[in-house]
């Protein structure tokens, strides 16, 4: 099994950046660079949506919409750790921010449900 464990969540203006990062421990059969790397948030009363992920060898990415171009994932696999640094924030980025792990290799998915593994959550809360 893998556990997912995100920090660096925090209160920021618009215009100013985060860093969240994710770790991955505990036992698994598969390492953790044959994992599918993913950033979700869910916002009060609304759904869980995608925000970005990375494939196992970091060779591909995929964003949302809303965050191209302001956010960027990256993996440190030696680390064991996924990152998301987010920029030029805005109040919508408001939201519990989770780290998600799937064995999709490079496909990318940008629904919650293929992801196996994830973690508690951060909240990120971006003030006017």
């Known amino acids: 099994q893998v556990q997912l464990a995100e920090s660096g969540g925090g209160l920021a203006q618009a215009g100013g950046s985060l860093r969240l990062s994710c770790a991955a421990s505990g036992r698994t059969f598969t390492s953790y660079v044959s994992y599918t790397m993913g950033w979700f948030r869910q916002a009060p009363g609304k759904e869980r949506e995608f925000v970005a992920a990375i494939n196992w060898s970091a060779v591909n990415t995929r964003y949302a919409d809303s965050v191209k171009g302001r956010f960027t994932i990256s993996r440190d696999n030696a680390r064991n750790t996924v990152y998301l640094q987010m920029n030029s924030l805005k109040p919508e980025d408001t939201a519990v921010y989770y780290c998600?792990?799937?064995?999709?290799?490079?496909?990318?998915?940008?629904?919650?449900?293929?992801?196996?593994?994830w973690g508690q959550g951060t909240q990120v809360t971006v003030s006017s």
């Open positions: 998600a792990a799937t064995l999709g290799g490079s496909l990318l998915p940008t629904a919650p449900t293929p992801y196996d593994y």
